[in-house]
C-alpha cells in the first residue's frame, strides 16, 4: 500500500478549508497543501488575524492556527501543488446549472472537469484523485475517463469520499465523524487506493467508522443522505401548517414523535425553511437524474420536499404581512439574523432572503442585525435572486452591528436564524423601543414564548 504523505486539496471553501485542516492537526506526518483559483480567499486564509478568516466555523481559527505553516499550507500555486501531491482532493462548488440542458436542477460540474484536466495535464506520476465535492451519480466515470484520455500515461486511481459535516459544527464532526464514506474500484488498484485513504482517517478514526463501497454507492449516498435529512425538515414542516389549524403545538409533536427510537429526535426543528448550499442543489440534482433514467414517481416524491420548503418560506412571509394590518409599506422590520443557521457567516439559500424578498415586494424596510454576515452580503444574496434592480433592493435593505439599533422604532421582528445571543437581548428594552403592538415572528421558535408574551409581545412561532 502507498503510504501518504503530501496531499492537495483544489478549493478552499467551506468544505475544503475545515476538512483539511483537520487533517493536517490529525496527521503531523502528511503536508497537506490547499489550493484555489480565487486570490483573496488564499490571502485570507493566510491572514495572520485569525479572527478573519474566509470561514467562520467554532474551532476553526484554533486548528488552522496550530498547523498553519507546519504541516499545512494555502497557496494558489496549484499545478504545483498537484504535482506533489500522492493524493488530491477535488472540493470545488457544484452549483445548480443556471444554463442549457437541466437549468436550475442539474449539478454544474464544469469546475470538477476543469480541475481534473489540470490534474491530467500535471501529473507526472501516478495519482489518487478523489472526489469530496458533491457530484451527480456516476460523475467518477467521467473524471476517470478525462484522466486517461488527457494525461501523461500516469495511473490514476479515481475514489469519491463526499463529506457529511454541518456547517457550525465543521470541526466537530470532522473530529468525530459518525462515518467516512470511501468509494472505489473493485479491482487490486482500487482496493490500494481505498486502503491508502482509509489510513489518512484512521489517524484519529475507529477503522469500524470508516466505511468502503463500490464508487456509485458512495457517490448516491450523499445525495440520499441529503435528501433524508431535508425530507425530515419539509415532514415536520408541514406538520407544522396542520397544527397552526389545530391548536396543536409542532414542539410537542416533534418530541412526541423523536422519543420513537425509530424516528429519533434530531432534525425535527419546524423552521422558516431549511437553507444552506447542499440540500436544495443536491435534491433537485437527485430529481434531475431520477427523471434521466425514466423513474418519474420516484422524481415528483423528492420534488415535493423542495416545495415544502419553499411554501414554508412564502406562508411566514405572508403571515407577517396579514398580521401587520395586511400592509408593509414603509414599514420598519427588523431581522435578527440572515445566516443559513447559527455559527456560520454563509448565507447561502438562506430563508432570509427570500422572506426578505417577498416583503421588499410588499415595500416594507428591512433592517438585519446578524453577528456574521456583512450588508455587502446581504445586498449581494438578494441582487443573486434578481427580483428587481440592485438599486431598488439598495433602498429597502438595511443593516447596523449594533442589535438595538435595528430593533428600535421596528414594527414587527422576524428571527430568522437561530444565533444563542438572540435568546439574551434586553428584550423589555426591546418592547419599550418598538412601535406598537409590537410583533415578533419566531421563525426558529428560539425564544421562550411565555416570557414575550408576558413582556405584552404579539408572539408568533412556526406551528404553534
Ligand atoms: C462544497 C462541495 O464541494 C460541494 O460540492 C458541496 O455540495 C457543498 O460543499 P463548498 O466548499 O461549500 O462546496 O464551496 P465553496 O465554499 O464555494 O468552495 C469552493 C472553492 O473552490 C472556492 O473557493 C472556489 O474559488 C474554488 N474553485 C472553484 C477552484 O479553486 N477552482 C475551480 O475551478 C473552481
Ligand atoms: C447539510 C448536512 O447536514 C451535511 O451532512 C451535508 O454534508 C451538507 O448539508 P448543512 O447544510 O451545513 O449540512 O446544515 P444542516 O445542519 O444540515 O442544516 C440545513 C438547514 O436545515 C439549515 O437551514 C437548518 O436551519 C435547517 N434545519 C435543520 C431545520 O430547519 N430544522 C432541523 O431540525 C434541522
Same mark, same amino acid.
Given at each position: 500500500?502507498?503510504?501518504?504523505?503530501?496531499?492537495?486539496?483544489?478549493?478552499?471553501?467551506?468544505?475544503?478549508?475545515?476538512?483539511? !485542516? /483537520?487533517?493536517?492537526?490529525?496527521?503531523? +506526518?502528511?503536508?497537506?497543501?490547499?489550493? @484555489?483559483?480565487?486570490?483573496?480567499?488564499? %490571502? =485570507?486564509w493566510?491572514?495572520e488575524?485569525?479572527?478573519?478568516?474566509?470561514i467562520?466555523?467554532?474551532?476553526?481559527?484554533?486548528?488552522?492556527?496550530?498547523?498553519?505553516?507546519?504541516?499545512?499550507?494555502?497557496?494558489t500555486?496549484?499545478?504545483?501543488?498537484?504535482?506533489?501531491?500522492?493524493?488530491?482532493?477535488?472540493?470545488?462548488?457544484t452549483?445548480?446549472?443556471?444554463?442549457?440542458?437541466?437549468?436550475?436542477?442539474?449539478?454544474?460540474?464544469?469546475?470538477?472537469?476543469?480541475?481534473?484536466?489540470?490534474?491530467?495535464?500535471?501529473?507526472?506520476?501516478?495519482?489518487?484523485?478523489?472526489?469530496?465535492?458533491?457530484?451527480?451519480?456516476?460523475?467518477?466515470?467521467?473524471?476517470?475517463?478525462?484522466?486517461?484520455?488527457?494525461?501523461?500515461?500516469?495511473?490514476?486511481?479515481?475514489?469519491?469520499?463526499p463529506?457529511?459535516?454541518?456547517?457550525?459544527? !465543521? /470541526?466537530?464532526?470532522?473530529?468525530?465523524? +459518525?462515518?467516512?464514506?470511501?468509494?472505489? @474500484?473493485?479491482?487490486?488498484?482500487?482496493? %490500494? =487506493?481505498?486502503?491508502?485513504?482509509?489510513?489518512?482517517?484512521?489517524?484519529?478514526?475507529?477503522?469500524?467508522?470508516?466505511?468502503?463501497?463500490?464508487?456509485?454507492?458512495s457517490?448516491?449516498?450523499?445525495?440520499?443522505?441529503?435528501?433524508f435529512?431535508?425530507?425530515?425538515?419539509?415532514?415536520?414542516?408541514?406538520?407544522?401548517e396542520?397544527?397552526?389549524?389545530?391548536?396543536a403545538?409542532?414542539?410537542?409533536?416533534?418530541?412526541?414523535?423523536?422519543?420513537?427510537?425509530?424516528?429519533?429526535?434530531?432534525?425535527?426543528?419546524?423552521?422558516?425553511?431549511?437553507?444552506?448550499?447542499?440540500?436544495?442543489?443536491?435534491?433537485?440534482?437527485?430529481?434531475y437524474?431520477?427523471?434521466?433514467?425514466?423513474?418519474?414517481?420516484?422524481?415528483?416524491?423528492?420534488?415535493?420536499?423542495?416545495?415544502?420548503n419553499?411554501?414554508?418560506?412564502?406562508?411566514?412571509?405572508?403571515?407577517?404581512?396579514?398580521?401587520?394590518?395586511?400592509?408593509?409599506?414603509?414599514?420598519?422590520?427588523?431581522?435578527?439574523?440572515?445566516?443559513?443557521?447559527?455559527?456560520?457567516n454563509?448565507?447561502?439559500?438562506?430563508?432570509?432572503?427570500y422572506?426578505?424578498?417577498?416583503?421588499?415586494?410588499?415595500?416594507?424596510?428591512?433592517?438585519?442585525?446578524?453577528?456574521?454576515?456583512s450588508?455587502?452580503?446581504m445586498?449581494?444574496?438578494?441582487?443573486?435572486?434578481?427580483?428587481?434592480?440592485?438599486?431598488?433592493?439598495?433602498?429597502?435593505l438595511?443593516?447596523?452591528?449594533?442589535?438595538?439599533?435595528?430593533?428600535?422604532?421596528?414594527?414587527?421582528?422576524?428571527?430568522?436564524?437561530?444565533?444563542?445571543?438572540?435568546?439574551?437581548?434586553?428584550?423589555?428594552?426591546?418592547?419599550?423601543?418598538?412601535?406598537?403592538?409590537?410583533?415578533?415572528?419566531?421563525?426558529?421558535?428560539?425564544?421562550?414564548?411565555?416570557?414575550?408574551?408576558?413582556?405584552?409581545?404579539?408572539?408568533?412561532?412556526?406551528?404553534?
Amino acid at each position: 500500500m502507498k503510504k501518504i504523505s503530501k496531499i492537495c486539496c483544489i478549493g478552499a471553501g467551506y468544505v475544503g478549508g475545515p476538512t483539511m !485542516a /483537520v487533517i493536517a492537526a490529525k496527521c503531523p +506526518d502528511i503536508t497537506v497543501t490547499v489550493v @484555489d483559483i480565487n486570490e483573496q480567499r488564499i %490571502a =485570507a486564509w493566510n491572514t495572520e488575524k485569525l479572527d478573519q478568516l474566509p470561514i467562520y466555523e467554532p474551532g476553526l481559527a484554533e486548528i488552522v492556527g496550530e498547523a498553519r505553516g507546519k504541516n499545512l499550507f494555502f497557496s494558489t500555486d496549484i499545478e504545483r501543488a498537484i504535482d506533489e501531491a500522492q493524493l488530491i482532493f477535488i472540493s470545488v462548488n457544484t452549483p445548480t446549472k443556471t444554463y442549457g440542458i437541466g437549468k436550475g436542477m442539474a449539478a454544474n460540474i464544469r469546475y470538477i472537469e476543469s480541475c481534473t484536466r489540470t490534474i491530467a495535464r500535471v501529473a507526472k506520476d501516478d495519482k489518487i484523485v478523489v472526489e469530496k465535492s458533491t457530484v451527480p451519480v456516476r460523475t467518477a466515470a467521467t473524471v476517470k475517463a478525462i484522466l486517461e484520455h488527457t494525461g501523461n500515461q500516469v495511473k490514476f486511481n479515481v475514489l469519491s469520499n463526499p463529506e457529511f459535516l454541518a456547517e457550525g459544527t !465543521a /470541526v466537530r464532526d470532522l473530529l468525530n465523524a +459518525d462515518r467516512v464514506l470511501i468509494g472505489g @474500484d473493485s479491482d487490486p488498484d482500487g482496493q %490500494a =487506493a481505498i486502503a491508502a485513504l482509509v489510513d489518512v482517517y484512521a489517524h484519529w478514526l475507529p477503522r469500524e467508522r470508516i466505511l468502503t463501497t463500490n464508487v456509485w454507492s458512495s457517490e448516491l449516498s450523499k445525495l440520499a443522505a441529503n435528501a433524508f435529512l431535508a425530507q425530515r425538515v419539509s415532514s415536520i414542516n408541514a406538520m407544522s401548517e396542520l397544527c397552526e389549524a389545530t391548536n396543536a403545538d409542532v414542539r410537542e409533536v416533534a418530541r412526541a414523535i423523536g422519543m420513537d427510537s425509530r424516528i429519533g429526535a434530531k432534525f425535527l426543528q419546524a423552521s422558516v425553511g431549511f437553507g444552506g448550499s447542499c440540500f436544495q442543489k443536491d435534491i433537485l440534482n437527485l430529481v434531475y437524474i431520477a427523471r434521466h433514467y425514466g423513474l418519474r414517481e420516484v422524481a415528483d416524491y423528492w420534488e415535493q420536499v423542495i416545495r415544502i420548503n419553499a411554501h414554508q418560506r412564502e406562508r411566514f412571509a405572508k403571515r407577517m404581512v396579514t398580521s401587520l394590518f395586511n400592509n408593509v409599506s414603509d414599514k420598519k422590520i427588523a431581522f435578527l439574523g440572515w445566516a443559513f443557521k447559527k455559527d456560520t457567516n454563509d448565507t447561502r439559500e438562506s430563508s432570509a432572503i427570500y422572506v426578505a424578498d417577498f416583503l421588499i415586494r410588499e415595500r416594507a424596510q428591512i433592517h438585519v442585525y446578524d453577528p456574521k454576515v456583512s450588508l455587502d452580503q446581504m445586498r449581494q444574496d438578494l441582487r443573486e435572486l434578481g427580483s428587481r434592480p440592485a438599486d431598488v433592493n439598495d433602498q429597502h435593505l438595511f443593516a447596523s452591528s449594533d442589535p438595538y439599533e435595528v430593533l428600535n422604532g421596528a414594527h414587527a421582528i422576524a428571527v430568522m436564524t437561530e444565533w444563542d445571543e438572540f435568546k439574551t437581548l434586553d428584550w423589555p428594552r426591546i418592547h419599550k423601543d418598538m412601535e406598537k403592538p409590537p410583533f415578533v415572528f419566531d421563525g426558529r421558535n428560539v425564544l421562550e414564548r411565555r416570557e414575550l408574551e408576558a413582556i405584552g409581545f404579539q408572539y408568533s412561532g412556526i406551528g404553534a
